[in-house]
């Protein structure tokens, strides 16, 4: 874990979502989304970001998805789950699960993909507001 880079993990996993045609389209809910997920992981944590992903109205919902998406995905490189844990990644209650007892088990590993969270989001926040800007 600690020759990770998790900067450069950041960095490609936000410019892979900012390619995403979806993203592409929706440059503003993107940043909206990107800035309130970000108030949230750092307010209260990995579970209520999550949480707050997973709950967004219709209209945000597919973009929000991507996100939740993205954040899993990230995790799952950092801490690999449990060879019989049962993670069913496209079921919500599974992957929340799996936030609660795998990656949460001991601070440093929690620290560590809050960190990477917080990174890979704010990179996106940017990334859109600078892909708004440019309009392209």
Known sequence: MAT?????????AAGKLLKNSAVQAN????????????GVVLEQGLYAGLLFF????D?????????ATMLLLLTKELVPPP???GVDWNNRLSTLGYIATDV????QQTIWVKTIWEQTLTYVRY??????????
């Open 104 to 107: 949460t088990k001991n601070l």
């Open 27 to 38: 440059r503003s809910i993107v940043e909206n989304l990107a800035t309130k997920g970000l």
């Open 4 to 12: 990770e880079n998790i900067d450069r993990k950041a960095m490609l």
């Open 54 to 57: 997973y709950s967004r109205p």
């Open 127 to 136: 990334g859109a507001k600078a892909l708004e800007k440019a309009g392209d």
């Open 83 to 85: 060879e019989k844990s």
């Open 59 to 67: 209209r945000e919902r597919s973009i929000a998805n991507l996100f």
